[in-house]
């Protein structure tokens, strides 16, 4: 089994900022894209960022400028380093990876239980 834990969640002022971090567990070969995602109430999970094995990033344009994905690769951990939060922001925010268990079997798309953000105005 594969596990992604998100961590860093929680209550902040408009203006202020959180850090976010996934790290992966359990049976892992290898590891390919990462990812966080939202979904706000009543709203459809939309992409916030994402990273590849080689570190090129992809943002939403909606957080480009304000939020920086990361990971570090020796421990299977993906960071999201989130400035400038708005009102607009708060979502349970979920981390995603393409993992592979062993060298023969394919990549399996894995989710995090995902973590709460909260924007004070």
């Known amino acids: 089994q594969v596990q992604l834990v998100e961590s860093g969640g929680g209550l902040v002022q408009a203006g202020g900022s959180l850090r976010l971090s996934c790290a992966a567990s359990?049976?892992?070969?290898?590891?390919?894209?990462m990812g966080w995602y939202r979904q706000a109430p009543g709203k459809q999970r939309e992409l916030v960022a994402t990273i590849t094995s080689g570190g090129l990033t992809n943002y939403a344009d909606s957080v480009k400028g304000r939020f920086t994905i990361s990971r570090d690769n020796a421990k299977n951990t993906v960071y999201l380093q989130m400035n400038s939060l708005k009102p607009e922001d708060p979502a349970v925010y979920y981390c995603?990876?393409?993992?592979?268990?062993?060298?023969?079997?394919?990549?399996?798309?894995?989710w995090g239980q995902g973590t709460l953000v909260t924007v004070s105005s």
């Open positions: 995603n990876a393409d993992v592979r268990r062993s060298w023969s079997s394919r990549y399996l798309h894995v």
């Open positions: 359990g049976s892992i070969y290898s590891i390919n894209d």
